[in-house]
């Protein structure tokens, strides 16, 4: 495919053209591409704007998700004194679970 580089005063570039491929696939300039450190797979933001699509580069980050045992385990071992501790042992009976049940260290008296 084929860009063209549009010059503004001055000399800065401000826009590459580019053409749209099958189903859609744009290709990123080379120079734009190394600039950003998009590689194969990296992730954009496509925006609609009111004069055109704007493509950003996108960052995902991975959500960790624990089961309601898993944080039933966290409430109970993690009770600083008796008090907490008791909080927690219903809190885990909200979640439907069996405090006797979960693995967990009880807080020293």
């Known amino acids: ?11 800065s570039t401000a826009h590459e053209t580019t053409k749209i ?3 859609g ?11 950003l450190g998009l590689t194969e797979g990296s992730l954009v933001i496509a925006e609609e704007r009111e004069d055109g699509i ?7 980050l991975p ?3 624990y089961t309601p045992e898993r944080r ?5 071992s993690n009770a600083v004194d008796r ?14 679970l069996d405090p006797a049940d979960v ?7």
């Open 21 to 23: 491929g099958r189903r």
């Open 1 to 11: 495919m084929e860009s063209r580089i549009i010059r503004l005063r001055g000399g």
């Open 25 to 35: 696939a744009v290709v990123i300039p080379a120079r734009l591409r190394r600039k």
């Open 103 to 109: 693995p967990h260290k009880k807080p020293k008296p």
């Open 54 to 60: 704007l493509l950003r580069p996108a960052v995902a």
């Open 63 to 65: 959500i960790e998700t």
């Open 83 to 96: 008090a907490d501790y008791t909080r927690a042992v219903r809190e885990v009976r909200r979640l439907g």
């Open 72 to 76: 039933a385990e966290f409430l109970l």
